[in-house]
């Protein structure tokens, strides 16, 4: 392990009783085996059960779509992340060398990973309500400025708009498509007769392209 573990499990308000499950949990498989991928399987499962049931009891009246994009936004790779580097959790890694030559202690999908292996030791050197309190406090930021409202995707919110004013639903073009085929960028426009000029957004597949491009003409028709 690169660094001491007493300061992660300090992070994660857990201590391990068997060390094993934590120095498993923080092995990629670049480092060889055992590795964390059996770990972050069984994490993954955990956290979207947990993520569910904490839902299902906090907004009594939410439909199932709002209860799924909820879910979806707090185990999605970009919360995953934040919880990672709330924890600093990159230092304590086991990688191969040529993960640590390229930043592999920084890569999101390996940060990610780490935290839904964590999750799963923790499981196993535990219990499910164990568990569920160590997600919970790590959950505890984004749970507390969680809004069913504003959870929705800037395209919904869109439709949602021009639906209750009754005009025309946006549509959206894809006007390039940049860079190499493992790093691509989308350029997309979106066109409403709301507005007199398109807007434009760009992402990493059309879908966030789309998002993105919503996303500013939301702004333009000051929807919050």
């Not at 992070?11 to 120095?23: C, G, I, P, V, W």
């Not at 507005?195 to 992402?203: A, M, N, S």
Request: glycine residues 6%.
């Amino acid at each position: 392990m690169k660094q001491n573990s007493t300061s992660l499990n300090q992070a994660l308000a857990y201590r391990f009783k068997q060390e094993s499950y934590l120095t498993t949990a923080l092995t990629h498989r670049s480092a060889g085996t055992p590795n964390n991928e059996r770990l972050e399987f069984l994490g993954d499962a955990l956290l979207s059960t947990i993520i569910a049931e904490t839902l299902f009891k906090r907004f009594p009246n939410a439909s199932e779509g709002e209860l799924t994009r909820c879910r979806a936004n707090l185990v999605k790779r970009d919360t995953l992340v934040k919880i990672a580097q709330a924890i600093e959790l990159g230092k304590y890694l086991r990688l191969g060398g040529g993960e640590l030559k390229t930043g592999g202690e920084q890569r999101a999908s390996i940060l990610a990973d780490a935290v839904e292996a964590i999750l799963g030791a923790v499981y196993l050197d535990s219990s499910m309500s164990t568990c569920q309190s160590v997600i919970l406090r790590l959950w505890q930021k984004p749970l507390k400025s969680l809004s069913i409202r504003k959870i929705k995707d800037p395209k919904t919110r869109l439709q949602e708009y021009l639906q209750a004013k009754q005009q025309a639903l946006p549509t959206y073009r894809v006007l390039a498509i940049n860079g190499t085929p493992h790093a691509q960028q989308f350029e997309v426009e979106c066109v409403i007769t709301v507005l007199p000029q398109p807007t434009y957004g760009r992402g990493e597949n059309r879908r966030r392209a789309e998002q993105s491009s919503a996303a500013k003409a939301l702004s333009l028709l000051n929807v919050e």
